[in-house]
T-cell receptor, first 114, second 111 residues
C-alpha cells in the first residue's frame, strides 16, 4: 500500500510563527502536492513538485513556500503564520502518469493559528 | 481553465440510493475519479473510470460517464450511515499529472 504520512494531525501555532508541515511518501512517486481545504471551497492547490528540488506554484501560493530536498519528502512552510491560514492541509503524491491510481493522500493536518 | 462542478450537498434516507453528479469542461479528459473523505480524514480513492468506458460497477458503487454531455455520476446503492462523507469528483488528461477537482458533495444520511 502506498503511504503518505503527514507529521501532525493537529497543530496550534501563534500568529507570526514559522510553521513547518512535513509530508513523506514511501512509493517513490515523482509528484507531490500541497492543498488546503476550507468549507465550501473544496481543495485549493498551494504548491506542487514534479521532481527533487523542483517546485511550481499552485493557485494560492501567497504566504507559503515549499522544500523538496529528497524525493520522498515535501515540506510546506508558512513563513509567518496568520489567522487566515487556519485550515486543513492535505499532502498528496502521484506517479508520473496518474492512470488507475490518481493521487494518494495523507490524513491531513488541521492547523489552527491563534 | 478547465473546471469541474458538483453540488455541495445531497441528503438521502438510509437504504435509498444516492446519486452524486459532476460535470466537467475538459474534452481531453482520459481518467475521471471519485474520492471519498470521511470526517477529519484525508481523501481516499473510491473508484475511477477511463474515458472510453460509459459505466463501471463495483459492489454498491456504479459510475456512469456521458462523454457527450461531459457528465459523471456516482450511484451508491442501499446507502448506509458509513457512507456519510464528502465525495470529490476529479479529472485529468493522461499526459498531465495534475487533477482538476470539484468542490466536493457532502452526503448526508437521514435515518
Amino acid at each position: 500500500d502506498v503511504k503518505v504520512t503527514q507529521s501532525s494531525r493537529y497543530l496550534v501555532k501563534r500568529t507570526g510563527e514559522k510553521v513547518f508541515l512535513e509530508c513523506v511518501q514511501d512509493m517513490d512517486h515523482e509528484n507531490m502536492f500541497w492543498y488546503r481545504q476550507d468549507p465550501g471551497l473544496g481543495l485549493r492547490l498551494i504548491y506542487f513538485s514534479y521532481d527533487v528540488k523542483m517546485k511550481e506554484k499552485g493557485d494560492i501560493p501567497e504566504g507559503y513556500s515549499v522544500s523538496r530536498e529528497k524525493k520522498e519528502r515535501f515540506s510546506l512552510i508558512l513563513e509567518s503564520a496568520s489567522t487566515n491560514q487556519t485550515s486543513m492541509y492535505l499532502c498528496a503524491s502521484s506517479d508520473t502518469g496518474l492512470g488507475d491510481y490518481g493521487y494518494t493522500f495523507g490524513s491531513g493536518t488541521r492547523l489552527t493559528v491563534v | 481553465g478547465e473546471d469541474v462542478e458538483q453540488s455541495l450537498f445531497l441528503s438521502v434516507r438510509e437504504g435509498d440510493s444516492s446519486v452524486i453528479n459532476c460535470t466537467y469542461t475538459d474534452s481531453s479528459s482520459t481518467y475521471l475519479y471519485w474520492y471519498k473523505q470521511e470526517p477529519g480524514a484525508g481523501l481516499q480513492l473510491l473508484t475511477y473510470i477511463f474515458s472510453n468506458m460509459d459505466m463501471k460497477q463495483d459492489q454498491r458503487l456504479t459510475v456512469l460517464l456521458n462523454k457527450k454531455d461531459k457528465h459523471l455520476s456516482l450511484r451508491i446503492a442501499d446507502t448506509q450511515t458509513g457512507d456519510s462523507a464528502i465525495y470529490f469528483c476529479a479529472e485529468t488528461e493522461d499526459s498531465n499529472y495534475q487533477l482538476i477537482w470539484g468542490a466536493g458533495t457532502k452526503l448526508i444520511i437521514k435515518p
